[in-house]
Nanobody, 122 residues
Framework: QVQLVESGGGLVQAGGSLRLSCAAS??????MGWFRQTPGKEREFVAA????????SYADSVKGRFTISRDNAKNTMYLQMNSLKSEDTAVYYC?????????????????WGQGTQVTVSS
């Protein structure tokens, strides 16, 4: 059974930090990514990582503040979020790629987690 289980969301003040986790099971992982969505807006790309090479990519809005990483042994992906801003408030979703290419658009993702709420208060 394919499962992506996210954790680590919550409420934090602007300038603070949070770390999200996404544990994958039931399938072979090749690439994964994080997306986020706010009410009334489309789901947007945040960061992605190749499982084999560790090569990462980021949206311009989070570059320099967020760090994506993975633990191959635990089949778990992380998103370290520092210097959080109110505009980072969203539901964050982890997703797997359709193939070995890290997903950078919602249509290039195959499986999704249930989402975890991140709220940044100003």
């Amino acid at each position: 059974q394919v499962q992506l289980v996210e954790s680590g969301g919550g409420l934090v003040q602007a300038g603070g930090s949070l770390r999200l986790s996404c544990a994958a099971s039931g399938f072979s992982v090749y690439a994964m990514g994080w997306f986020r969505q706010t009410p009334g807006k489309e789901r947007e790309f945040v960061a992605a990582i190749s499982w084999s090479t560790g090569i990462t990519s980021y949206a311009d809005s989070v570059k320099g503040r967020f760090t994506i990483s993975r633990d191959n042994a635990k089949n778990t992906m992380y998103l370290q979020m520092n210097s959080l801003k109110s505009e980072d408030t969203a539901v964050y979703y982890c997703a797997t790629g359709l193939d070995s290419r890290p997903p950078r658009t919602p249509t290039s993702a195959m499986y999704w987690g249930q989402g975890t709420q991140v709220t940044v208060s100003s």
